[in-house]
């Protein structure tokens, strides 16, 4: 596919990977952000091929991964109603609750449908107007303009009987919790390009100027991840800690101004809970004043939600790049993609999912799971 | 979730407030709006799809650059030359 197909060249990926091999002199731990990065990079088996020098950590970039477990058990919640349709994209149907998950309510006759296009829930609340239609509202800012502008159309057209079950969360905070965590080790960050592609790369040198370290933008595709690893590496040696964008086909500076505008008004920011991570300020969104009728958490009474995380379940650490999905002690035993403890076995974005698709690597050397869990990187627990 | 779905605009749609295009996306002919790009893509143009959303069009001058970069990196070291900075 254009685009796509000339950005998986084997040929330019070993010249890239010589470059990258003859500019590595030190130790440098690179953190790519975005889950999807994640994946391409175990799938390819790009770690594997870098100098024993460059450690690749997996970042908190999964939007089903954070999604905190009282949203969840809300959406849960909202969903077991008799008197709803639920909406949600297909990943977030086998991420377990405190007690079931979206499947479970499906496969017991509760109206949970994927949806692929945010619109197509807001036409199922026009052709049904007696059920209430909630469109499950998750992900970075990638997702949240198509979310955003359902809001708006709903708003506009008047549609009453549709809410959004709203856990948008946004990248730059998070960033900056994991490196402000005393146990971080990040050296250098692989930005997400999508997310970059609608918010632009202006948020990005305060992070780099205050954390001291390069970021480079780039994609999803072999050559655009060892590319923007070359540049990091670069950066790295040469003692520089820039912004850099690799991804210029999708990443324009200033991002996608209409949909920026679409954020900016239906959305306002607001603190958020990420699973496994905690409570991060001002790390995500929630409906402004003026869209707060269509917010499926007022419109719902699911207050009250009590949450039990599984005890051996060791994600948040995942998340944190604190821990390798194959280093938990329930990886591939008691959690795999098909009984997933935690959210990141179970989304296409998910560390440990793409661990377990690509490698079922043993844990190395002595049990690590029996070691005590590290501090979050923010002050509250999830949930 | 986050990964963005890239499609190539075959034409636009009549009606719908001028917001659908229909788009080839791996083979399929998929509806998607694009009410949040600047202004409609031209048939043949790519798009980023998120959603349903075509969110970015895809800059061809970007990516034959960027692909020129490469290809320039990977003949710079048949030539013995140092490989091209950033």
């Given at each position: 596919m254009k685009y796509l197909d000339e950005f998986s060249d084997p040929d330019l990926a070993h010249r890239l990977l010589d470059q990258i091999h003859a500019a590595t002199t030190g130790h440098w731990a690179i953190m790519e952000v975005c889950g999807g990065q994640t994946h391409s990079i175990i799938r390819h088996g790009i770690d594997q091929l870098l100098p024993d020098g460059i450690e690749m950590i997996h970042g908190p970039g999964c939007p089903v991964c954070v999604t905190p477990l009282e949203v969840i058990d809300k959406a849960l919640a909202i969903a077991e109603r008799p008197d709803v349709i639920f909406c949600s994209f297909?990943?977030?149907?086998?991420?377990?609750g405190s007690s079931q998950d979206l499947f479970r309510i499906k496969s017991r006759g509760g109206d949970v449908r994927v949806v692929y296009s945010t619109l197509y829930a807001l036409a199922l609340a026009r052709e049904h107007p007696d059920p209430q239609e909630v469109l499950f509202g998750i992900g970075f800012e990638t997702t949240a303009p198509a979310n955003a502008m359902t809001v708006y159309q709903a708003k506009r057209m008047g549609v009453t009987n549709f809410s959004l079950l709203v856990s948008h969360v946004l990248v730059p905070p998070a960033i900056a919790a994991i490196m402000e965590s005393p146990s971080c080790r990040v050296q250098a960050l692989l930005a997400a390009g999508h997310v970059c592609s609608v918010m632009g790369t202006a948020g990005y040198p305060e992070l780099a100027d205050r954390y001291g370290v390069p970021i480079v933008v780039t994609g999803f595709e072999p050559l655009d991840i060892l590319e923007g690893i070359r540049r990091t590496v670069l950066q790295l040696e040469q003692g520089r800690h820039e912004v850099e964008n690799a991804y210029p086909r999708a990443v324009p500076a200033t991002g996608n101004p209409v949909a920026r505008r679409m954020l900016e008004d239906v959305f306002e920011v607001t603190d958020r809970s990420w699973r496994g991570i905690g409570m991060i300020p001002r790390s995500g969104w929630r409906l402004s004043d003026a869209y707060r009728e269509w917010d499926a958490e007022a419109r719902f009474d699911v207050g009250g939600i009590h949450t039990d995380e599984s005890a051996i379940c060791r994600s948040g650490e995942v998340l944190q790049g604190l821990l390798k999905p194959h280093e938990c002690g329930a990886f591939g035993k008691e959690c795999t993609p098909r009984n997933p403890l935690g959210a990141t076995m179970v989304s296409s974005e998910g560390a440990c999912a793409a661990y377990y698709l690509y490698r079922r690597l043993a844990p190395p050397?002595?049990?690590?799971?029996?070691t005590a869990p590290a501090e979050p990187v923010a002050a509250v627990g999830h949930g | 979730m986050c990964l963005g779905i890239p499609g190539r605009v075959m034409a636009m749609l009549p009606g719908y407030g001028d917001q659908l295009a229909l788009v080839e996306v791996e083979g399929a002919a998929r509806k998607v709006?694009?009410?949040?790009?600047d202004e409609a893509p031209a048939a043949g143009q790519w798009v980023l799809i998120h959603m349903g959303f075509a969110v970015e069009t895809t800059d061809a001058a970007g990516a034959e650059q960027a692909m020129s970069g490469l290809e320039l990196m990977g003949r710079s070291r048949d030539d013995g030359a140092p490989g091209a900075g950033p």
């Amino acid at each position: 596919m254009k685009y796509l197909d000339e950005f998986s060249d084997p040929d330019l990926a070993h010249r890239l990977l010589d470059q990258i091999h003859a500019a590595t002199t030190g130790h440098w731990a690179i953190m790519e952000v975005c889950g999807g990065q994640t994946h391409s990079i175990i799938r390819h088996g790009i770690d594997q091929l870098l100098p024993d020098g460059i450690e690749m950590i997996h970042g908190p970039g999964c939007p089903v991964c954070v999604t905190p477990l009282e949203v969840i058990d809300k959406a849960l919640a909202i969903a077991e109603r008799p008197d709803v349709i639920f909406c949600s994209f297909g990943d977030m149907l086998r991420v377990p609750g405190s007690s079931q998950d979206l499947f479970r309510i499906k496969s017991r006759g509760g109206d949970v449908r994927v949806v692929y296009s945010t619109l197509y829930a807001l036409a199922l609340a026009r052709e049904h107007p007696d059920p209430q239609e909630v469109l499950f509202g998750i992900g970075f800012e990638t997702t949240a303009p198509a979310n955003a502008m359902t809001v708006y159309q709903a708003k506009r057209m008047g549609v009453t009987n549709f809410s959004l079950l709203v856990s948008h969360v946004l990248v730059p905070p998070a960033i900056a919790a994991i490196m402000e965590s005393p146990s971080c080790r990040v050296q250098a960050l692989l930005a997400a390009g999508h997310v970059c592609s609608v918010m632009g790369t202006a948020g990005y040198p305060e992070l780099a100027d205050r954390y001291g370290v390069p970021i480079v933008v780039t994609g999803f595709e072999p050559l655009d991840i060892l590319e923007g690893i070359r540049r990091t590496v670069l950066q790295l040696e040469q003692g520089r800690h820039e912004v850099e964008n690799a991804y210029p086909r999708a990443v324009p500076a200033t991002g996608n101004p209409v949909a920026r505008r679409m954020l900016e008004d239906v959305f306002e920011v607001t603190d958020r809970s990420w699973r496994g991570i905690g409570m991060i300020p001002r790390s995500g969104w929630r409906l402004s004043d003026a869209y707060r009728e269509w917010d499926a958490e007022a419109r719902f009474d699911v207050g009250g939600i009590h949450t039990d995380e599984s005890a051996i379940c060791r994600s948040g650490e995942v998340l944190q790049g604190l821990l390798k999905p194959h280093e938990c002690g329930a990886f591939g035993k008691e959690c795999t993609p098909r009984n997933p403890l935690g959210a990141t076995m179970v989304s296409s974005e998910g560390a440990c999912a793409a661990y377990y698709l690509y490698r079922r690597l043993a844990p190395p050397g002595p049990a690590p799971a029996e070691t005590a869990p590290a501090e979050p990187v923010a002050a509250v627990g999830h949930g | 979730m986050c990964l963005g779905i890239p499609g190539r605009v075959m034409a636009m749609l009549p009606g719908y407030g001028d917001q659908l295009a229909l788009v080839e996306v791996e083979g399929a002919a998929r509806k998607v709006n694009i009410g949040l790009l600047d202004e409609a893509p031209a048939a043949g143009q790519w798009v980023l799809i998120h959603m349903g959303f075509a969110v970015e069009t895809t800059d061809a001058a970007g990516a034959e650059q960027a692909m020129s970069g490469l290809e320039l990196m990977g003949r710079s070291r048949d030539d013995g030359a140092p490989g091209a900075g950033p």
